[in-house]
T-cell receptor, first 111, second 113 residues
C-alpha cells in the first residue's frame, strides 16, 4: 500500500516530442504528489508538485495530470529539449509522513 | 546559498571498516533524511529525523546508525561496511512537514570492496 509504481524505466524521445511518465499509487491517504528531476552526478531537485484537489498543473513546459479515481498521475514535457535528459522520480506522501519515491525513469532526448 | 552539504563526495572502504558520512544544512530545516540510490531501485529511505534529538528508521536501516545533536547536522554512520552497502547516498532536508519540498545534497558515492 505504500508503493508508488513508475513507468517506463527508461524513455528515448526525439527533440520536440512529448515524453510522458506515468505513476500509480494505492494509498488513498496520499495528499501530495511531487516530481523530482535528477541530472547525472547531482542530487534530485523538486520540479513540480500537485495536490489531489486539482486535475492538472502546469509550470512552463512541464505538466502534471492527476486522476484521483484511477489513483494515477503523470508528467508530460512539452517541446522536449536535450537539456531535459535526466532521471525523473515521482513521489507521494501524506500529512506528517515520509515521502515515498517511485523507482525513477531515465529520459534521453535525442538532438 | 550552501543548502545541503554532504562530505565526502567519493569514498572507498574495505569490508568491515566503519565510517561516517557527513550532512549539514544551513536552512534551519527541522526534517532531515538519508537515502540510498541503487540502479533500478529508486531512492530508499534509510533513517530520518523530525528534529534535534529525534530519529527514526526508514525502509532500509540495517547496518546504519544516525544521530541528530543539532538542527544543522545529521551524520550517517556505517558500523561495519559490507559490499551490499555500495551505493550513492543522499541527504535531504525539509522545512517542516515531510510533504513540503525536500532539498537534496550532491550525494556521496561509496564503494565497499
Amino acid at each position: 500500500q505504500q508503493q508508488v509504481k513508475q513507468s517506463p524505466q527508461s524513455l528515448i524521445v526525439q527533440k520536440g516530442g512529448i515524453p510522458i511518465i506515468n505513476c500509480a499509487y494505492e494509498n488513498t491517504a496520499f495528499d501530495y504528489f511531487p516530481w523530482y528531476q535528477q541530472f547525472p552526478g547531482k542530487g534530485p531537485a523538486l520540479l513540480i508538485a500537485i495536490r489531489p484537489d486539482v486535475s492538472e498543473k502546469k509550470e512552463g513546459r512541464f505538466t502534471i495530470s492527476f486522476n484521483k479515481s484511477a489513483k494515477q498521475f503523470s508528467l508530460h514535457i512539452m517541446d522536449s529539449q536535450p537539456g531535459d535528459s535526466a532521471t525523473y522520480f515521482c513521489a507521494a506522501s501524506r500529512a506528517d509522513d515520509k515521502i515515498i519515491f517511485g523507482k525513477g525513469t531515465r529520459l534521453h532526448i535525442l538532438p | 546559498n550552501a543548502g545541503v552539504t554532504q562530505t565526502p563526495k567519493f569514498q572507498v572502504l574495505k569490508t568491515g571498516q566503519s565510517m561516517t558520512l557527513q550532512c549539514a544544512q544551513d536552512m534551519n530545516h527541522e526534517y532531515m533524511s538519508w537515502y540510498r540510490q541503487d540502479p533500478g531501485m529508486g531512492l530508499r529511505l534509510i533513517h530520518y529525523s523530525v528534529g534535534a534529538g529525534i530519529t527514526d528508521q526508514g525502509e532500509v536501516p540495517n547496518g546504519y546508525n544516525v544521530s541528530r545533536s543539532t538542527t544543522e547536522d545529521f551524520p550517517l554512520r556505517l558500523l561495519s561496511a559490507a559490499p551490499s552497502q555500495t551505493s550513492v547516498y543522499f541527504c535531504a532536508s525539509s522545512r517542516d512537514r515531510m510533504v513540503t519540498e525536500a532539498f537534496f545534497g550532491q550525494g556521496t558515492r561509496l564503494t565497499v570492496v
